[in-house]
């Protein structure tokens, strides 16, 4: 079980790193559009429309990035006090139970967010354009299943931290193996 599970786990880290990277320049792209906002608006008394609009595209990305890298190292709400208070073997069974739980509720996400792209190719953004008129074309409307696919990239990234968390309790139920920590929290705690 272990040769499957460390490539595994290797390939996880450095896809959710470059994920991490991608969400911190949106994060980044986001705050100077909204500082860009704040001057027309206050500095110039003239609101623009796109910048909301690009904003909120750039925060949509960053959640799908980071949404992973928070699941894989335990960031969401958990009561972890019962599974505690259990013994070792116990507490991986519900543990397992509850992964097996959260791996159909994902999958059941992904494929709503799948139709929530679908119908996004129906409508143009109100505001953003792809600039092709910077270079003698017509501008064109962004599609607004661009921004829809941030939540189906996420939940995609979350399916696989999910199968690697299974089969890390797997291995740690019929083993005397221990994961302890995650990966990249080794990693970022020695650096």
Not at 26 to 37: D, G, N, T
Not at 88 to 115: E, W
Not at 130 to 142: K, T
Request: net charge positive; aromatic share 12%; glycine share 8%.
């Amino acid at each position: 079980m272990h040769v499957i599970i460390s490539p595994l786990e290797l390939v996880i880290t450095y896809g959710l790193r470059l994920g991490r990277w991608i969400a911190t320049g949106a994060i980044a792209v986001m705050v100077i559009v909204i500082l860009i906002q704040v001057f027309f608006r206050y500095v110039l008394n003239n609101a623009q429309a796109w910048p909301d609009e690009a904003a909120r595209f750039c925060m949509l990305w960053m959640t799908g990035f980071m949404a992973p890298s928070a699941y894989r190292w335990g960031g969401f709400v958990s009561i972890d006090m019962f599974r505690d208070m259990l013994g070792r073997r116990a507490g991986l069974i519900l543990n397992l139970v509850i992964l097996v739980i959260s791996f159909g509720v994902l999958m059941i996400a992904m494929q709503l967010g799948l139709k929530h792209i679908n119908s996004g190719w129906l409508f143009n953004s109100s505001s953003l354009k792809v600039p092709l008129n910077l270079i003698g074309g017509d501008p064109i409307r962004l599609k607004l299943a661009w921004m829809y696919m941030s939540v189906y990239v996420g939940f995609i990234g979350m399916i696989i931290v999910n199968v690697e968390m299974i089969l890390k309790n797997l291995h740690m139920l019929f083993s005397d193996v221990d994961y302890g920590d995650v990966p990249d929290q080794r990693v970022m705690s020695a650096e």
